[in-house]
């Protein structure tokens, strides 16, 4: 049974640091890895999705990496900002689901 | 700009009531799905529709269950709902025209069992 682990739970930083968030799974097995950004109250809106044979995607300042060998990707926010604040879900897509991480909840101090 | 749109957005039930929680979505998305969100767990999913006619269960479907009225609209039922069923429940749909697609999700609908 495939299982994502995402590392810090919770993570709070200064305005304009750079920072990454860390997801692992346990089955290499998979069709991609996707990071979701999650706010109060709300649904999940998709970030970047990282197909099983590329290495990475970026979109403005965000990007992510995947080493399927190793079981691992990371989210690198660049310059983070208070509107980053939110909690962001890794999850990993085996043969017709998605599998979620618990998430990192990003609190960006101004 | 809808995409996904789930109703009510609010419920609260006594145990034993049954509902039914409705998905709707206007991207022409062949799959949706059913998922629940409870504090420390994490996103599970309950039920899929990989496409219109078909339903399979996820990791956790006991205690519910859905139709898929058509390709728009995904519905889940609590037939006799239960405290442990309280939850945030999302909807989601993705395009099967390739499996590299990714999934959309509704609002949630917070739903509170007595």
Redo the contacts between chains.
């Keep these: 049974k495939q299982e994502v682990t995402q590392i810090p739970a919770a993570l709070s930083v200064p305005e304009g640091e750079n920072l990454v968030l860390n997801c692992s799974f346990t089955d290499s097995a998979i069709y991609n890895l996707q990071w979701f950004r999650q706010d109060p109250g709300k649904g999940l809106t998709s970030l970047l999705l990282i197909q099983s044979s590329q290495r990475e995607q970026t979109s403005g300042r965000l990007n992510a990496s995947l080493d399927k060998s190793s079981g691992r990707s990371t989210l690198y926010i660049a310059a983070s900002q208070p509107g980053d604040s939110a909690t962001y879900l890794c999850a990993v897509k085996g043969y017709s689901t998605l599998t979620f991480g618990k998430g990192t909840m990003l609190l960006v101090s101004p | 700009n809808a995409g996904?749109t789930q109703t009510p957005k609010f419920q609260v039930l006594k145990t034993g009531q049954s509902m039914t929680l409705q998905c709707a979505q206007d991207m022409n998305h062949n799959s949706m799905?059913w998922y629940r969100q409870d504090p420390?767990?994490?996103?599970?999913?309950i039920y899929?529709s990989?496409s219109e006619g078909t339903t399979?269960k996820?990791e956790v479907p006991n205690g519910y269950n859905v139709s898929r009225l058509n390709k728009r609209e995904f519905s889940l039922r609590l037939e006799s709902a239960a405290p442990s069923q309280t939850s945030v429940y999302?909807c989601?749909s993705s395009d099967l025209s390739g499996?590299?697609?990714?999934?959309?999700?509704?609002?949630?609908t917070r739903l509170s069992i007595l």
């Design positions: 996904v799905y420390g767990m994490g996103l599970r999913l899929y990989a399979d996820g999302f989601a499996v590299n697609q990714p999934q959309h999700f509704g609002d949630g």
